[in-house]
């Protein structure tokens, strides 16, 4: 079946840092990516989206890139911030239907 | 305030005993889902809803029985038959202007007495 995967389960950065969380995904027709983010004891929250016309799209401190050749994309958080720790999904919504697939995660910890 | 609300946010089941999770939106969303996650992993589908009356299996819905009779509620119901139940329990919904993108709540920790 399709998948996405986390590169690394955890990632450490010190405090005013910049963090890249990677994701590789299976479908080659996937064609719209989502990234959550879970803090401690909460659901996860909607980050950022990108579709697979763009390769780069920017949001307040979050950059997401999308390489469709190797079916890779990355989070990118700048100057990361104690609030920053969490962690982080991407997710294939692509899967047909109303089937989301979600990866394992990357928790990031974030030192001060 | 829009949103998704689960309840409670701890729950204790005994041998034997079924549960019920309550799940209720108010953000009009047609499409409802349950995940589990446990420790270090992904969310995993249990069941989803995409309206009224109508709900599917997930990748994991033995031992799991939902209801979907009105739009703004998607109540789970923890059997006996679930072996396993101890994890964190993820309710969500989508709606139809913002495909794709899910709305979560804030999970109920389900743990085996």
């Known amino acids: 079946g399709e998948s996405v995967g986390l590169h690394l389960p955890t990632l450490s950065v010190q405090e005013g840092d910049n963090s890249i969380i990677n994701c590789a995904y299976s479908?080659?027709?996937?064609?719209?990516f989502i990234w959550y983010k879970q803090e401690s004891g909460k659901g996860p929250q909607f980050i950022i989206d990108i579709r697979s016309n763009m390769d780069k799209r920017q949001g307040q401190r979050v950059t997401v890139l999308l390489n469709k050749t190797v079916k890779h994309l990355s989070l990118q958080i700048a100057a990361t911030q104690p609030g920053d720790s969490a962690v982080y999904f991407c997710?294939?919504?692509?899967?047909?239907?109303?089937?989301?697939?979600f990866g394992a995660g990357t928790r990031l910890f974030v030192k001060a | 305030d829009g949103g998704i609300t689960q309840s409670p946010k701890y729950l204790f089941r005994k041998e034997g005993q079924n549960v019920t999770l309550s799940c209720e939106q108010n953000l009009n969303h047609d499409a409802m889902y349950w995940y589990r996650q446990d420790p270090g992993q992904g969310l995993r589908l249990i069941y989803y809803s995409q309206i009224v009356n109508d709900f599917q299996k997930g990748d994991i819905a033995e031992g799991y029985s939902v209801s979907r009779e009105k739009k703004e509620s998607f109540p789970l119901t923890v059997t006996s038959a679930q072996k396993n139940p101890t994890a964190f329990y993820l309710c969500?919904?989508?709606?139809?202007?913002?495909?794709?993108?899910?709305?979560f709540g804030a999970g109920t920790r389900l743990s085996v007495l």
């Open positions: 969500a919904s989508e709606g139809r202007q913002l495909r794709n993108i899910q709305y």
């Open positions: 997710a294939d919504p692509n899967t047909g239907g109303f089937k989301t697939i």
């Open positions: 479908n080659s027709a996937s064609d719209y």
